[in-house]
């Protein structure tokens, strides 16, 4: 029987366990995943504010000038054991696209959520965010040994819904009022998963989605 992860305990002789996920860096054909780091925040900055991203009320992409911030409070749920951020970058020149994570997670029962994701606005539909996707939910299932992986998002988010969905994922059900959201409107929580059976359709339906000429 396999055991759960261990999400980072104290060494022997002091320090600490590398906590799970560990941190890892993935790459694909459009699509590149760092571990994040602070010194990411100019290019994040700037990729925020391609597209006034922040000003979309149904989401909480952070601001230009409050990107070290947002990069501080992933940084410290990193720290926590809860998150696992990444910065995303355009393999092709390297330019940074936006940020994502494994969050909100499962250490015991081997889950997590693709969740906390943003991209520039000139690089969305460009297949760069099916990748990052993909390049997650592959190592997710096939090297974490996950039993499911979530996305939620604001029910009113329609094109992050209907993004969840071309993916492959299922909807499980919507938390109503689940959050405050900045502006002080409730946020009803559309929540989908793939589970690990799941995954090799998903993973035979996303491999097809890249493969189309764009």
Same mark, same amino acid.
């Given at each position: *029987?396999?055991?759960?992860?261990?999400?980072?305990?104290?060494?022997?002789?002091?320090?600490?366990?590398?906590?799970?996920?560990?941190?890892? &860096?993935l790459a694909g054909r459009v699509a590149r995943?760092?571990?994040?780091?602070r010194d990411h925040c100019a290019g994040l900055?700037?990729?925020?504010?391609? &597209?006034?991203?922040?000003?979309?009320?149904?989401?909480?992409?952070? #601001?230009?000038? &409050? *990107? !070290?911030?947002?990069?501080?409070?992933?940084?410290?749920?990193?720290?926590?054991?809860? +998150?696992?951020?990444?910065?995303?970058?355009?393999?092709?020149?390297?330019?940074?696209?936006? *940020?994502?994570?494994? +969050?909100?997670?499962?250490?015991?029962?081997?889950?997590?959520?693709?969740?906390?994701?943003?991209?520039? /606005?000139? #690089?969305?539909?460009? $297949?760069?965010?099916?990748?990052?996707?993909?390049?997650?939910? /592959? =190592?997710?299932?096939?090297?974490?040994?996950?039993?499911?992986?979530?996305?939620?998002? =604001?029910?009113?988010?329609?094109?992050?819904?209907? !993004?969840?969905?071309?993916?492959?994922?299922?909807?499980? $059900?919507?938390?109503?009022? =689940?959050?405050? +959201?900045?502006? &002080?409107?409730?946020?009803?929580?559309?929540?989908?998963?793939?589970? #690990?059976?799941?995954?090799?359709?998903?993973?035979?339906?996303?491999?097809?989605?890249?493969?189309?000429?764009?």
């Amino acid at each position: *029987m396999l055991r759960p992860p261990d999400p980072g305990r104290d060494a022997p002789g002091g320090g600490r366990v590398t906590p799970w996920p560990p941190e890892i &860096g993935l790459a694909g054909r459009v699509a590149r995943l760092e571990p994040l780091a602070r010194d990411h925040c100019a290019g994040l900055a700037e990729a925020a504010a391609d &597209g006034d991203l922040q000003a979309l009320w149904y989401t909480s992409v952070p #601001a230009p000038d &409050g *990107m !070290a911030a947002e990069i501080d409070r992933r940084l410290a749920l990193r720290a926590s054991g809860s +998150m696992l951020p990444f910065t995303v970058f355009e393999a092709d020149g390297g330019r940074v696209a936006g *940020m994502t994570t494994y +969050m909100n997670i499962d250490a015991a029962n081997r889950r997590v959520e693709i969740g906390s994701t943003w991209t520039r /606005a000139s #690089a969305q539909r460009t $297949g760069l965010n099916t990748e990052a996707k993909r390049l997650l939910l /592959a =190592h997710a299932f096939e090297a974490l040994d996950c039993i499911a992986v979530e996305f939620r998002t =604001h029910v009113m988010n329609r094109q992050s819904r209907a !993004a969840i969905e071309r993916l492959g994922a299922k909807l499980d $059900g919507i938390l109503r009022a =689940h959050m405050l +959201m900045p502006n &002080g409107s409730l946020r009803d929580t559309a929540v989908y998963s793939v589970t #690990a059976a799941e995954w090799p359709a998903v993973k035979a339906n996303l491999d097809f989605l890249l493969g189309r000429p764009r």
